[in-house]
C-alpha cells in the first residue's frame, strides 16, 4: 500500500524551515491522459507566471519523445498555492514542448489558447462535471464486496450513511485541496454507481477551464495516493448495469447569459447537431461504451436535445427554459476527456459561422 503510515515521523520534517527557498512541483500532461510532476527549487516565491523557469523532462520515459531526442521542455502557464507542502510552496502547470520548437503531440492547451483567444469577445464560460470511480490496490471497485456486487443502484446517487457512500474523507479531503488552491471547484456529489462520485470546476472563462480541470485532477490523484485509493476516469469502468462515468459540459456565452438568451443556445443546438460526429470523434475514448442510450445517456450515432432530459446528447436545464436565458449542457463527453479538446471545439463550433 502507498498509505503513508508514519505521518508523525513525517510531520517533523515538514516543519523544518525551508530557509527561504520555495519548491515549485512542475505537472503536466503525459501521453495517455495522465498527470506527472517533479519538483525544483526556487529562490523565492514568483509573483507572476513569467518569472517562472522553462525546465525539461525525459519524454523517453513517459512515450512523449524518442530516446534519440528526447528532452521535452516544460513551459509553465499557471501555477497554484500547493495544500501538500503549503507556505510559500506551488504547483506549476506546464505545456510540453519539443526540441524543434513546436507543440508536443499531446499539447493539446496549445491549440486551444488560441481558439480561446479569437473568440474572446464572447466570454464563453464552461462548468465541467468530473465523474470518476475509485479503485483500490487490487484493482477492485473501492469497498465493494470481495467476489460479487453491491446492491443494485439507487441508493446511492448523493447517498448518505454507512452502505450507501464510500470514502467520503477521501472527496472531503480533495475538495479542501481544491479550495486552498484555488481551484473554482463549484460542489461534489456520491454517483449513481457505489464509489463512484463528481465533482464540478467553474464556471471558468475560456482557457482558464482546462487548466483548472486538470490541476483538480492532478489534486485527486495526490490526495488519492495517500489514502492507497486508486482513481479510474474510464467511461464504463465496469460492464453490465452500472452507470458510466462522464464530463458533462455545461456552456454559455454572454449573449445566452441575458434575457433573450434563448434564441442564442438554441442557435448554438443547431450548429452542435451539424457537426456531431467532430465533438464525438474528441468526446473521449472508450464512450461509445457509455453512450448506449442507457443510464442516462443518448446514443451515441445521433444527436439530440430537449428541455429536461437526462436522455439527450444536450439538456437545457428546466430553470433555464423557464427563465428563457442562461446556459446549456453537453452530456456526451466522458470522463476521460481532455478538456482543451473539449471546450476548443465547443468554441469553435458555437462561436464559429455557420456551416451548411
Ligand atoms: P447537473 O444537474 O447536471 O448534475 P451540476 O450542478 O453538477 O449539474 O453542474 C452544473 C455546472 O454548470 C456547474 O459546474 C456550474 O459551474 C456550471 N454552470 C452554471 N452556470 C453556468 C453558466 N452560465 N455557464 C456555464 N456553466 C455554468
Ligand atoms: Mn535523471
Ligand atoms: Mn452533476
Ligand atoms: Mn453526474
Ligand atoms: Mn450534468
Redesign the pocket.
Given at each position: 500500500m502507498s498509505v503513508i503510515e508514519n505521518t508523525a515521523v513525517l510531520s517533523k520534517y515538514l516543519d523544518l524551515d525551508q530557509r527561504g527557498k520555495v519548491i515549485a512541483e512542475y505537472v503536466w500532461i503525459d501521453a495517455s491522459g495522465n498527470t506527472r510532476s517533479k519538483g525544483k527549487t526556487l529562490n523565492k516565491r514568483p509573483t507572476s507566471v513569467e518569472e517562472l523557469p522553462e525546465w525539461n523532462f525525459d519524454g523517453s520515459s513517459t512515450g512523449q519523445a524518442p530516446g534519440y531526442d528526447s528532452d521535452v521542455y516544460l513551459r509553465p502557464v499557471n501555477f497554484y498555492p500547493d495544500p501538500f507542502r503549503k507556505g510559500d510552496n506551488i504547483i506549476v502547470l506546464a505545456e510540453c514542448w519539443n526540441n524543434d520548437g513546436t507543440p508536443n503531440k499531446f499539447n493539446h492547451r496549445h491549440e486551444c489558447a488560441k481558439l480561446m483567444e479569437a473568440h474572446k469577445d464572447q466570454e464563453v464560460?464552461?462548468?465541467?462535471?468530473q465523474e470518476y470511480t475509485l479503485f483500490d490496490h487490487d484493482d477492485n471497485v473501492y469497498a465493494w464486496p470481495k467476489g460479487g456486487f453491491p446492491a443494485p443502484q439507487g441508493p446511492y446517487y448523493c447517498g448518505v450513511g454507512c452502505g450507501k457512500v464510500n470514502a467520503r474523507d477521501l472527496i472531503e479531503a480533495h475538495y479542501r485541496a481544491c479550495l486552498y488552491s484555488g481551484i473554482n471547484i463549484?460542489?461534489i456529489n456520491a454517483e449513481v454507481m457505489p464509489s463512484q462520485w463528481?465533482f464540478?470546476?467553474?464556471?471558468c472563462e475560456g482557457i482558464e477551464m482546462g487548466d483548472q480541470l486538470w490541476m483538480a485532477r492532478y489534486l485527486l490523484q495526490r490526495v488519492a495516493e495517500e489514502f492507497g485509493v486508486k482513481i479510474s476516469l474510464h467511461p464504463k469502468p465496469l460492464q453490465g448495469d452500472w452507470n458510466g462515468a462522464g464530463c458533462?459540459t455545461?456552456?454559455?456565452t454572454k449573449s445566452m447569459?441575458v434575457p433573450g438568451g434563448m434564441k442564442y443556445i438554441d442557435d448554438a443546438i443547431e450548429k452542435l447537431a451539424k457537426r456531431h460526429k467532430e465533438h464525438i470523434a474528441l468526446y473521449g475514448t472508450d464512450n461509445d461504451m457509455r453512450l448506449t442510450g442507457r443510464h442516462e445517456t443518448a446514443s451515441m450515432s445521433t444527436f439530440s436535445s430537449g428541455v429536461a432530459n437526462r436522455g439527450a446528447s444536450v439538456r437545457i436545464p428546466r430553470s433555464v427554459a423557464k427563465e428563457g436565458y442562461?446556459?446549456f449542457?453537453d452530456r456526451r463527453p466522458a470522463s476521460n476527456i481532455d478538456p482543451y479538446l473539449v471546450t476548443g471545439i465547443m468554441v469553435e463550433t458555437i462561436c464559429g459561422p455557420v456551416e451548411n
Amino acid at each position: 500500500m502507498s498509505v503513508i503510515e508514519n505521518t508523525a515521523v513525517l510531520s517533523k520534517y515538514l516543519d523544518l524551515d525551508q530557509r527561504g527557498k520555495v519548491i515549485a512541483e512542475y505537472v503536466w500532461i503525459d501521453a495517455s491522459g495522465n498527470t506527472r510532476s517533479k519538483g525544483k527549487t526556487l529562490n523565492k516565491r514568483p509573483t507572476s507566471v513569467e518569472e517562472l523557469p522553462e525546465w525539461n523532462f525525459d519524454g523517453s520515459s513517459t512515450g512523449q519523445a524518442p530516446g534519440y531526442d528526447s528532452d521535452v521542455y516544460l513551459r509553465p502557464v499557471n501555477f497554484y498555492p500547493d495544500p501538500f507542502r503549503k507556505g510559500d510552496n506551488i504547483i506549476v502547470l506546464a505545456e510540453c514542448w519539443n526540441n524543434d520548437g513546436t507543440p508536443n503531440k499531446f499539447n493539446h492547451r496549445h491549440e486551444c489558447a488560441k481558439l480561446m483567444e479569437a473568440h474572446k469577445d464572447q466570454e464563453v464560460w464552461f462548468g465541467l462535471e468530473q465523474e470518476y470511480t475509485l479503485f483500490d490496490h487490487d484493482d477492485n471497485v473501492y469497498a465493494w464486496p470481495k467476489g460479487g456486487f453491491p446492491a443494485p443502484q439507487g441508493p446511492y446517487y448523493c447517498g448518505v450513511g454507512c452502505g450507501k457512500v464510500n470514502a467520503r474523507d477521501l472527496i472531503e479531503a480533495h475538495y479542501r485541496a481544491c479550495l486552498y488552491s484555488g481551484i473554482n471547484i463549484s460542489g461534489i456529489n456520491a454517483e449513481v454507481m457505489p464509489s463512484q462520485w463528481e465533482f464540478q470546476v467553474g464556471p471558468c472563462e475560456g482557457i482558464e477551464m482546462g487548466d483548472q480541470l486538470w490541476m483538480a485532477r492532478y489534486l485527486l490523484q495526490r490526495v488519492a495516493e495517500e489514502f492507497g485509493v486508486k482513481i479510474s476516469l474510464h467511461p464504463k469502468p465496469l460492464q453490465g448495469d452500472w452507470n458510466g462515468a462522464g464530463c458533462h459540459t455545461n456552456v454559455s456565452t454572454k449573449s445566452m447569459r441575458v434575457p433573450g438568451g434563448m434564441k442564442y443556445i438554441d442557435d448554438a443546438i443547431e450548429k452542435l447537431a451539424k457537426r456531431h460526429k467532430e465533438h464525438i470523434a474528441l468526446y473521449g475514448t472508450d464512450n461509445d461504451m457509455r453512450l448506449t442510450g442507457r443510464h442516462e445517456t443518448a446514443s451515441m450515432s445521433t444527436f439530440s436535445s430537449g428541455v429536461a432530459n437526462r436522455g439527450a446528447s444536450v439538456r437545457i436545464p428546466r430553470s433555464v427554459a423557464k427563465e428563457g436565458y442562461g446556459y446549456f449542457e453537453d452530456r456526451r463527453p466522458a470522463s476521460n476527456i481532455d478538456p482543451y479538446l473539449v471546450t476548443g471545439i465547443m468554441v469553435e463550433t458555437i462561436c464559429g459561422p455557420v456551416e451548411n
